[in-house]
C-alpha cells in the first residue's frame, strides 16, 4: 500500500468527498460546481462512482476526461453554447454546487447584496442565474468558511429560492425544487425535516456539535445521535492528491486545522 493510501485524510478532503457525494449515482446530468473543493469533488465523482457524470471546461465545452484543476482537458466531447446549457438548466438536467454570501434555515441564498437592497452596505455577484437553478434542478451549496455571517437568520436579499419561499409560491415553483446537501468546512447539512429546515447531517472529524451551533446564526434540527463525515477511501485520497488536485488547491479553500 503507497503512503498516499496510509496517510490521515485532511479536513479539506473530506470537504471534497462530502461534496463528490453529492453527485453519487447521478447519471448523465451536468456538474456545475463552483469553487475549487466541489470542482474536485465533480472530478473524483466522475473518476469513481459516478462515471456518466458530465463535465464542461468552465466555459463551452463537454470534456470527456478528468484532468487536474488548472489544467486543460485533452478529450473534447461536445459543444455547450450558452442557449444549450440553459435548455439543460430548464429541463432539470443539471445539479449545480452554487457559493452562498448568506443562507438561512430555509435554504434560501443571497449572493447579491449585504444590507437594504435599495442601498446596500456591499455589492456582491447579483442574482446571477440562482432563482432559475434553484426552481428547476437540484441545486446544492459550499460553504469553506461556516460562520454566523453565511448562516443567517433572515438573508438580506433572496437570489437562491429556499423552501419556504418556493412552497408559498405554489406548484409551479415547487415541483422540481430541491436542495440535497449544504456543505460546509464544519460539516453537512441538508432539509430532510417535517418543516424543511436545516438540520446537521454529519461532522468532519475534529468538530463538534458546540461548534456549529455556535457558529450558526438560527437554530439547526440536531440529531441525537451524529455521524461522522464519510471517510475518503485509500483510493480517494489518491486521486484527489495525485490526479485531480497535485498541487493542492484545495488546502488554500479549507485550510489544514
Same mark, same amino acid.
Given at each position: 500500500?503507497? @503512503?498516499?493510501?496510509?496517510?490521515? =485524510?485532511?479536513?479539506?478532503?473530506?470537504?471534497?468527498?462530502?461534496?463528490?457525494? $453529492?453527485? %453519487?449515482?447521478?447519471?448523465?446530468?451536468? &456538474?456545475s460546481p463552483m469553487g475549487t473543493v466541489p470542482t474536485i469533488g465533480a472530478r473524483l465523482a466522475k473518476l469513481t462512482f459516478s462515471p456518466d457524470l458530465l463535465l464542461t471546461d468552465g466555459e463551452a465545452l463537454l470534456i470527456g476526461d478528468v484532468p487536474a484543476v488548472g489544467t486543460k482537458a485533452e478529450v473534447v466531447e461536445g459543444w455547450l453554447p450558452y442557449r444549450q446549457h440553459l435548455a439543460?438548466? &430548464?429541463?432539470?438536467?443539471? *445539479?449545480?454546487?452554487?457559493? $452562498?454570501? !448568506?443562507?438561512? #434555515?430555509?435554504?434560501? !441564498?443571497?449572493?447579491?447584496?449585504?444590507?437594504?437592497?435599495?442601498?446596500?452596505?456591499?455589492?456582491?455577484?447579483?442574482?446571477?442565474? =440562482?432563482?432559475?437553478?434553484?426552481?428547476?434542478?437540484?441545486?446544492?451549496?459550499?460553504?469553506? #468558511? *461556516?460562520?454566523?455571517?453565511?448562516?443567517?437568520?433572515?438573508?438580506?436579499?433572496?437570489?437562491?429560492?429556499?423552501? @419556504?419561499? =418556493?412552497?408559498?409560491?405554489?406548484?409551479? &415553483?415547487?415541483?422540481?425544487? %430541491?436542495?440535497?446537501?449544504?456543505?460546509?468546512?464544519?460539516?453537512?447539512?441538508?432539509?430532510?425535516?417535517?418543516?424543511?429546515?436545516?438540520?446537521?447531517?454529519?461532522? *468532519?472529524?475534529?468538530?463538534?456539535?458546540? !461548534?456549529?451551533?455556535? $457558529?450558526?446564526?438560527?437554530?439547526?434540527?440536531?440529531?441525537?445521535?451524529?455521524?461522522?463525515? %464519510?471517510?475518503?477511501?485509500?483510493?480517494?485520497?489518491?486521486?484527489?492528491?495525485?490526479?485531480?488536485?497535485?498541487?493542492?488547491? %484545495?488546502? #488554500?479553500?479549507?485550510?489544514?486545522?
Amino acid at each position: 500500500m503507497s @503512503d498516499v493510501a496510509t496517510t490521515t =485524510a485532511t479536513r479539506a478532503e473530506y470537504c471534497v468527498v462530502a461534496c463528490a457525494e $453529492a453527485w %453519487r449515482d447521478a447519471g448523465e446530468v451536468l &456538474a456545475s460546481p463552483m469553487g475549487t473543493v466541489p470542482t474536485i469533488g465533480a472530478r473524483l465523482a466522475k473518476l469513481t462512482f459516478s462515471p456518466d457524470l458530465l463535465l464542461t471546461d468552465g466555459e463551452a465545452l463537454l470534456i470527456g476526461d478528468v484532468p487536474a484543476v488548472g489544467t486543460k482537458a485533452e478529450v473534447v466531447e461536445g459543444w455547450l453554447p450558452y442557449r444549450q446549457h440553459l435548455a439543460m438548466v &430548464a429541463t432539470g438536467r443539471r *445539479h449545480v454546487m452554487m457559493g $452562498a454570501s !448568506q443562507l438561512d #434555515r430555509h435554504g434560501n !441564498q443571497n449572493i447579491s447584496c449585504i444590507g437594504d437592497w435599495a442601498r446596500p452596505e456591499r455589492q456582491l455577484l447579483g442574482v446571477r442565474g =440562482a432563482p432559475v437553478n434553484t426552481l428547476n434542478n437540484p441545486t446544492s451549496y459550499w460553504v469553506p #468558511r *461556516h460562520s454566523t455571517r453565511v448562516f443567517v437568520e433572515k438573508v438580506d436579499m433572496v437570489s437562491g429560492v429556499g423552501y @419556504d419561499r =418556493a412552497a408559498a409560491a405554489g406548484p409551479s &415553483a415547487s415541483r422540481y425544487h %430541491r436542495i440535497p446537501n449544504v456543505i460546509s468546512d464544519l460539516g453537512v447539512f441538508d432539509f430532510e425535516t417535517p418543516d424543511r429546515t436545516m438540520r446537521l447531517r454529519s461532522l *468532519h472529524p475534529g468538530v463538534t456539535v458546540e !461548534q456549529v451551533v455556535e $457558529a450558526t446564526g438560527f437554530a439547526l434540527t440536531i440529531p441525537d445521535d451524529v455521524p461522522g463525515t %464519510r471517510e475518503p477511501t485509500p483510493e480517494e485520497v489518491r486521486l484527489i492528491r495525485e490526479v485531480i488536485d497535485p498541487n493542492g488547491l %484545495r488546502d #488554500r479553500e479549507v485550510p489544514t486545522v
